[in-house]
């Protein structure tokens, strides 16, 4: 055993995380030096934009998306609004059809998000959908900023930012997911300006309407599919930090752990079914992007991190008086003394919301295990299972 090769592994698993971001920083930084910036913020030609909000039993929260919906600042004449509560039975169709400036569409089939955002576009006749969550809640100006980001040719999708919204104390799995989506939307802006963002997030996204494609019933992960095959065609998906959604935290981890089995099932079966990800020949920015800020945090990272500790044990017999062997071995002891610490109190709302970091990382990372194991078994549905949220008053 070599206390080398554990150095590599080291620098491998934290790639994604660290190198990665650094790398991604300084080259964005020496493109900034010598590529102009084109501002298109004062346009005022603002383009036709249908608003697409697929609501599957969201009686808790439809009445406060409506009225988000109504009090987004874009011309009138420019907005369509289409409600899709396809196989809810709950009080949602009811509550929506009351709003007759909306476009209603309801059967009473539950056949999956994918099958009602496809109906919702085949009514679009706009030049940008936008695809935006129904328990998420947009700033006032999104659709004005969307809209400026499409004046760019090159553009195919525009990714909005994410936000959990967050209380001075939190749990667990608000605090936690809560300090991934700030990274993740660090590392989308880095994307975007190296070259294209990788993938959008469900919660709010646009695409142009000419490059949408229908794709196939059984995706797991419509958005991240749907948003890669714009950059399949030659186009750029640009990441807009001023278009942000907003929506609550999980109640407990274990509620968002429904959702990150079903993503992380869902990541490989985006691989699997798309190896031009991957094809450094042909795409060789996309696929140095994809591989590094994706397919090294599912699959490269989780299996490192679990050898690296019984390695390191190893080591530490083979090598006692090697300092840094046995400083490696402690401070991995204190990062999962720390796990272990924030699983017992991960229903205490922390006004120090660091805690909660090494118990999500290490949750987040079993969850990559999990769901290669559902996609493997193939019994992961498009009809997922909704973790719940919190709702606050």
């Not at 709003?99 to 994918?114: A, D, P, S, W």
């Not at 004005?144 to 525009?158: D, M, W």
Request: glycine share 4%; net charge positive; hydrophobic share 45%.
């Amino acid at each position: 055993m070599s206390l080398y090769i554990f150095i590599v592994l080291l620098l491998i698993a934290i790639y994604p995380y660290v190198i990665y971001p650094v790398i991604g920083y300084v080259i964005v930084c020496i493109k900034r030096l010598f590529s102009p910036n084109i501002n298109h913020d004062n346009s005022t030609e603002y383009k036709t934009i249908t608003l697409l909000i697929a609501a599957y039993n969201e009686e808790l929260f439809i009445n406060e998306k409506i009225k988000n919906t109504v009090e987004l600042d874009y011309p009138k004449d420019k907005l369509k609004v289409i409600f899709v509560t396809d196989g809810s039975d709950d009080k949602t169709p009811e509550i929506v059809s009351a709003h007759k400036e909306f476009v209603h569409m309801h059967l009473n089939e539950r056949r999956g998000k994918i099958h009602a955002m496809h109906r919702g576009v085949l009514q679009a006749d706009s030049e940008i959908v936008v695809f935006c969550d129904a328990n998420t809640y947009l700033n006032k100006d999104s659709l004005k900023h969307i809209s400026n980001a499409f004046q760019n040719p090159k553009v195919g999708c525009v990714s909005g930012e994410k936000r959990v919204i967050s209380d001075k104390k939190d749990s667990a799995a608000p605090a936690g997911e809560g300090f991934y989506w700030r990274f993740e939307s660090f590392l989308k802006k880095i994307d975007s300006e190296l070259y294209t963002a990788v993938g959008a997030a469900g919660e709010l996204f646009a695409i142009r309407r000419d490059l949408y494609e229908e794709i196939p019933n059984d995706t797991i992960l419509d958005d991240f599919l749907l948003t890669l095959s714009i950059v399949k065609k030659g186009y750029k998906i640009k990441y807009e930090p001023r278009a942000i959604a907003s929506e609550y935290g999980s109640v407990s981890v274990k509620e968002e752990m429904k959702r990150k089995y079903r993503i992380s099932a869902g990541c490989f079966q985006v691989l699997f079914r798309n190896p031009w990800l991957i094809n450094i020949f042909k795409y060789p920015v996309v696929a140095f992007q994809f591989i590094s800020h994706k397919l090294m945090r599912w699959l490269t990272t989780p299996l490192i991190i679990a050898i690296l500790i019984p390695y390191n044990i190893a080591l530490a017999i083979i090598y006692p008086d090697n300092k840094l062997i046995i400083t490696l071995l402690i401070l991995q002891a204190l990062f999962y003394l720390f796990s272990i610490f924030g699983y017992f109190i991960q229903h205490l709302n922390l006004k120090n919301k660091y805690l909660f970091i090494p118990y999500y990382f290490t949750m987040a990372n079993v969850a990559q295990f999990v769901g290669l194991w559902r996609f493997i078994k193939g019994n992961t549905s498009v009809k997922w299972e909704r973790a719940e949220r919190i709702k606050r008053k």
